[in-house]
């Protein structure tokens, strides 16, 4: 049976959701026996109150830009159906799961469990002990060409990762690819192109909705009244 995992990033409004921070972005990609499929989930996020300027200064994402996206509660069925009950491999995976589970729990659902998430950074640590295991040094250490990496951004940094991974397990075979998410013979990048899907609707339930405003009652720095 093929083995599928989900590379995932994501990036934020600061460091901790009890905090009142929110998701702005959410990248996903498939891997299928340790190799990128070109099957993604993407989405920027209207977090629903402004994005401090030290956030912006890491991911570029403003609030103007995120004020018309998706709330999370209109994407987490999408969400939900592309990550299924797959492994979750993830770097530094304790802060980005803290952010989804806050997300999934504020508006209603339950939140997924550490026991099925690879966490790339501990990976990384056992491997090199010692030296730097963020995903730069990473990217430096294995030759991923990461150049356009000038900001953070969730689909590219899972994109990025999802080489770092293969190297982490033992690097590629040789004369393998990494299909759509990866280079091309000439170094170049190549481009991902985004699964055409259906618009689906997923409005909350009434139990959502009082969550959801207990939740807004309570969040700090809203745009709201």
Known sequence: MALREIVLDTETTGMDPDDGDRLVEIGCLELINHLPTGKIFHVYLNPQREVPADAVRVHGLTTE??????????VVGDFK???????????????DMKFINAELKWTGFKALSMSRV???????????PGQPANLDALCRRFKVDNTERTLHGALLDSELLAEVYLELLGGRQHGLGLGA???????????????DRPHRSFP???????????????????MWG
């Open 65 to 74: 830009f995120l004020q018309d996206k998706p709330l999370f509660a209109e």
């Open 81 to 95: 159906e592309f990550i299924a009950d797959s492994t979750l491999v993830i770097h530094n995976a304790e802060f």
């Open 118 to 128: 690879t966490d790339t950074l501990l990976m990384a640590r056992k491997k090199f």
């Open 204 to 222: 909350p339930s009434e139990e959502e909705r009082a969550t959801h405003q207990a939740f807004l009652e309570e969040v700090k720095g809203h």
């Open 181 to 195: 998410s990866g280079r091309d013979g000439a170094g170049g990048r190549v481009k991902i192109k985004t699964q």
